[in-house]
T-cell receptor, first 115, second 114 residues
């Protein structure tokens, strides 16, 4: 039972345009929502997060939006650069997880930014 | 600079072999995790450990066991490897003081079971 879904396995965007990656979840008991980025042959690295009490968080070219009523999370990258080409995973931290920092990851979206 | 290392980048084993995947972190983190990454399925948690000798099952523990005898080292064991365990295995660690965004990953081990 997949609690976190990324319905687009891949996305292709032109350099300089906006990339929008989407994530849906099926449970409301999450404290934090995160995005990780993964290049081939490397482990995922943390990109940006948002608390469940907020609806927007911005860090440079990256903005994460949280729509709790729709149970939807999105990542906007503006402007997109070829170096952004990677697999992006959304992840959620369940409430009540205590100090274990356990995360539930989505299925991933492969972003290709064309020069 | 934080570091999580995994013993092998690529590994080829035969069905029925016992396989050990090692992970070492140098950040004095309490929590360590083992995931597998498969196309279309994302990252799935196999086991995690929140302290030395402590472990908890993740979402897909069947066919795996773990060992954490020292704080910096977390081992994943495939008691009898099967072809459906061919996958990318990722180790991660985090500090329970710092929050969820500080889960640091190793480079991964690509395991092929023939």
């Amino acid at each position: 039972d997949q609690q976190v879904k990324q319905n687009s396995p891949s996305l292709s965007v032109q350099e300089g345009r906006i990339s929008i990656l989407n994530c849906d979840y099926t449970n409301s008991m999450f404290d934090y929502f995160l995005w990780y980025k993964k290049y081939p042959a490397e482990g995922p690295t943390f990109l940006i997060s948002i608390s469940s009490i907020k609806d927007k968080n911005e860090d440079g070219r990256f903005t994460v939006f949280l729509n709790k009523s729709a149970k939807h999370l999105s990542l906007h990258i503006v402007p997109s650069q070829p170096g952004d080409s990677a697999v992006y995973f959304c992840a959620v931290e369940p409430s009540g997880g205590g100090a274990t920092n356990k995360l539930i990851f989505g299925t991933g979206t492969l972003l290709a930014v064309q020069p | 600079d934080v570091k999580v290392t995994q013993s092998s980048r690529y590994l080829v084993k035969r069905t029925g072999e016992k396989v050990f995947l090692e992970c070492v972190q140098d950040m004095d983190h309490e929590n360590m995790f083992w995931y597998r990454q498969d196309p279309g399925l994302g990252l799935r948690l196999i086991y995690f450990s929140y302290d030395v000798k402590m472990k908890e099952k993740g979402d897909i523990p069947e066919g795996y066991s773990v060992s954490r005898e020292k704080k910096e080292r977390f081992s994943l064991i495939l008691e009898s490897a099967s072809t459906n365990q061919t996958s990318m295995y990722l180790c991660a660690s985090s500090s329970y003081l710092a929050g969820a965004d500080t889960q640091y990953f190793g480079p991964g081990t690509r395991l092929t079971v023939l």
